[in-house]
C-alpha cells in the first residue's frame, strides 16, 4: 500500500496525457514523474526538459537535480539549457501541466503556497507556472499538520496567483475548481462527503458521479 505522499503523486499523474510537457513542484508533486505515462516530457525550471524518475542508489548523480534539489534520471534526449530558456519555456503557453504544492486553495482557486506567518519559502517559478500552464493540479494533504484548514473561502496567506487551479488532489479526495464552486469528484474510500466537508471551509458540490479514488 502506498503512502498519503505516493498516492496523491500517483493520482495526480492520471491527469497527465500521452505527450504531454508538464513541470513538477517541490515536495509531493516530484514523484508524479514515477507513476506517469513514459511518454509524458517532464521540465525543471532549472533547465532541462526530459527529467525521469527520482534516482536511487547507484542511478544517484549530482549534475542531475531538480529545481528542488531533489536528483532524478535523464530520459534518453533530454536537452539542458539556461534559466532564462527555462522560463521561456514555461510563459509560451506550451507547458500542458504543472503539479503544485499548497499551503492554502481558495475556493476561486487562489493559491497560496510560498510563505505562511514567519516562514518564507520563496516563490520561485510556480508565479509563471501558474499563468503559463494549461493546466493547475495542487498536490496537498487536506489539512495542515496542526489540523488547521488548507482550503479556505479566502486565502490569508500571500498570493502566488490567482483563479489558477483547476484540480486539487489529497489523500481523502479529489476536488474540481469551477465556476460554480468546488465539486468533490472523487473520494477515498471509507471516507463521506461529509468527512471532507469537515475539514474544508467552503461548501462543497458533490458530483452526480462521484467515485472511489483508485488504490
Known amino acids: 500500500m502506498l503512502d498519503n505522499r505516493s498516492f496523491i503523486a500517483k493520482r495526480c499523474a492520471e491527469y ?12 509531493i508533486p516530484s514523484a508524479c514523474s514515477d507513476y506517469a505515462d513514459p511518454t509524458v516530457c517532464f521540465q525543471t525550471e532549472n533547465g ?3 527529467v525521469g524518475q527520482i534516482a536511487k542508489a547507484l542511478a544517484i548523480c549530482d549534475t542531475y537535480q531538480n529545481a528542488g534539489g531533489v536528483n532524478f534520471v535523464p530520459v534518453m534526449g533530454a536537452a539542458a539549457f539556461d534559466t ?12 500542458d501541466a504543472t503539479v503544485l504544492g499548497a499551503l492554502q486553495v481558495s475556493e476561486k482557486g487562489d493559491l497560496a503556497n510560498w510563505a505562511s506567518p514567519g516562514r518564507k ?3 520561485g517559478g510556480a508565479m509563471d507556472l501558474c499563468n503559463g500552464a494549461k493546466k493547475v493540479i495542487v498536490a496537498m494533504e487536506l489539512t495542515a499538520k496542526d489540523g488547521s484548514k488548507k482550503i479556505v473561502k479566502e486565502c490569508t496567506y500571500p498570493l502566488t496567483a490567482v483563479r489558477c487551479v483547476d484540480h486539487i488532489v489529497t489523500e481523502q ?4 475548481v469551477t465556476d460554480k464552486g468546488l465539486v468533490l469528484r472523487e473520494i477515498r474510500e471509507g471516507k463521506t462527503p461529509e468527512d471532507i466537508q469537515a475539514q474544508i471551509e467552503p461548501n462543497l458540490i458533490i458530483a ?7 488504490e
Not at 84 to 95: K, L, T, Y
Open 208 to 214: 452526480e458521479d462521484l467515485k472511489i479514488m483508485a
Open 173 to 176: 479526495c479529489v476536488i474540481d
Open 84 to 95: 532564462a530558456q527555462s522560463f521561456a519555456v514555461i510563459r509560451c503557453g506550451r507547458m
Open 121 to 123: 519559502f520563496g516563490m
Open 16 to 27: 497527465f496525457s500521452e505527450g504531454d510537457t508538464v513541470n513538477l513542484g517541490i515536495g
Open 48 to 50: 532541462m526538459l526530459g
